[in-house]
């Protein structure tokens, strides 16, 4: 679903500047929608999102650049030229046919955008980096998440938010006190002997300051005497998001030992330590239920799927399981199959996320012939199964209830296809909607078809199997939800198949 934080909803205010420009010198496009900084994407042809400029004479249009080297003057270099504002938020371009990158291994590729006006005047360039790597989220990543039991630190406080895998945003987090010694640390007690394979990390992602520049994962069975991990010492570090893979270490402690950072003190906002393993197979209901995923990052579900399907009189049953624990194998082995899968919402920011975990859940929508429904971050995760970047950010948030307390009339959703899972709704029609990422039409998976739409796509289809997805909210029970029977169709349809 990708939304900000609700809580911080009500006093966000919208800066990006409309194409009209001002007459001001242009400023630099802001390059943190998608990809932004080292996100892993997944299609060789990927979609690259822009927030806007502003200023300068009359329309602008933008010049984008892509290539394998920092100052972009290899042969390598892709470029292209007027390329108009989407809308007054953003613009977009997938990168051509002709154009498609090397998905040979993991790549880092560098791009920048800038804009330039009527008048010919061109302004900043603004630059990120990504990486490409088509395998990365070909199947399960085969590992779990490791409980761990304390959380300890050199100084500062909340080192609980450190493993709050229930803040929806990853907002929250530790600071070390400033100023205090050159070298701090954060040491994870797992309780007893865990063997770990991987490491996430995530520092301050709205800027630099906080930032972890040098450090150093240790390991340790008394928590006295600590041993460096070969290939976990990282210099120079300037990214928010460190994922550290290393050959398994089994241990009791394992200590982030930090030994330089950017700004002030060290922040961190989460960590997840992983261990090579296969999650059991749940116990399914007995007769026909509905396996909902849980896309939020604690595993849950964004709205109460679960009360609201159990709750519609169709005799159905619920299992949910978390989306780092689901995959095509899992699903297979269950010794009763599901008649339907829902994928939930979510409320954090894609980036912020270890997105590795939702491999397993691109594994089932690409390959499970089970009906499926998409919910908000579930109808968005249905695109990404075939391109990290095919969905983006809309520059703005779509909050009915926000719009309502501000006495606006709700936008209305047109339905494009007369379908029998439209059944029983108006055409144009209301819903509650809480996001602020969206599914993008230019580089929608072939496979997929537009079947209703506000100012951006509200509803897709699959046009070679029983695959559905809504931006929306159907479950949620408001007088001005008129989508109800969306859901409630497709569960009366999956039961019939």
Request: hydrophobic share 35%; net charge negative; proline share 6%.
């Amino acid at each position: 679903m990708k939304t900000f934080f609700i809580a911080f909803l009500s006093f966000v205010v919208v800066t990006f500047v409309s194409g009209a420009s001002s007459g001001e010198s242009l400023t630099a496009p802001k390059l943190t929608n998608n990809p932004s900084l080292d996100v892993i994407t997944t299609n060789k042809r990927p979609l690259l999102s822009i927030f806007n400029a502003s200023g300068g004479t009359g329309k602008r249009t933008y010049i984008f650049q892509i290539d394998t080297v920092p100052d972009f003057d290899s042969e390598s270099l892709i470029e292209y030229k007027d390329i108009p504002e989407t809308n007054e938020y953003i613009t977009e371009k997938q990168i051509e046919k002709k154009d498609a990158l090397s998905p040979l291994g993991k790549t880092r590729y560098y791009w920048r955008a800038r804009a330039v006006d009527e008048a010919g005047n061109k302004g900043p360039w603004g630059q990120t980096r990504f990486f490409l790597d088509t395998a990365s989220d070909d199947a399960f990543m085969n590992l779990l998440r490791i409980p761990v039991k304390e959380v300890t630190v050199s100084s500062g406080q909340n080192p609980k938010n450190i493993m709050d895998l229930d803040d929806p945003g990853q907002s929250t987090f530790w600071l070390s006190s400033p100023p205090g010694d050159p070298l701090q640390w954060i040491v994870f007690n797992f309780g007893k002997t865990e063997k770990v394979s991987r490491i996430w990390m995530l520092s301050a992602p709205s800027g630099k300051n906080g930032w972890l520049k040098n450090f150093v994962w240790q390991w340790s069975n008394d928590n006295r005497i600590w041993t460096d991990i070969p290939d976990a010492t990282v210099q120079n570090n300037d990214t928010f998001r460190n994922i550290i893979e290393i050959k398994p270490v089994s241990a009791r402690y394992f200590r982030l030992l930090i030994k330089g950072w950017y700004g002030y003190a060290p922040q961190i906002n989460t960590i997840i330590l992983y261990s090579a393993e296969i999650p059991e197979v749940p116990e399914p209901p007995d007769g026909d239920y509905v396996l909902i995923i849980g896309n939020q990052m604690n595993g849950f579900t964004f709205s109460e799927l679960a009360e609201f399907v159990e709750g519609l009189g169709l005799n159905l049953r619920t299992l949910t399981v978390p989306h780092y624990e689901v995959s095509l194998d899992m699903l297979n082995k269950l010794k009763n199959k599901p008649v339907a899968i829902i994928l939930s919402g979510n409320n954090a920011n894609y980036q912020n996320l270890p997105m590795f975990e939702y491999n397993g859940v691109f594994e089932i929508i690409r390959q499970s012939q089970i009906p499926i429904l998409g919910i908000c971050c579930g109808h968005q995760l249905a695109c990404m199964a075939y391109g990290y970047t095919f969905v983006r950010s809309m520059g703005w948030s779509d909050i009915t209830s926000l719009t309502l307390d501000e006495h606006k009339k709700i936008t209305t959703i047109t339905i494009k296809k007369d379908l029998p899972i439209f059944e029983g709704i108006p055409n144009p029609f209301t819903v509650p909607e809480v996001h602020s990422w969206a599914v993008s039409p230019v580089s929608l998976p072939e496979d997929y078809e537009i079947t209703s739409e506000s100012t951006y796509i509200q509803t897709i289809k699959s046009k070679t199997k029983f695959l559905y997805g809504e931006q929306f909210h159907a479950e949620i029970k408001i007088d001005y939800n008129e989508a109800t029977p969306y859901l409630v169709n497709f569960l009366k349809m999956a039961l019939r198949k």
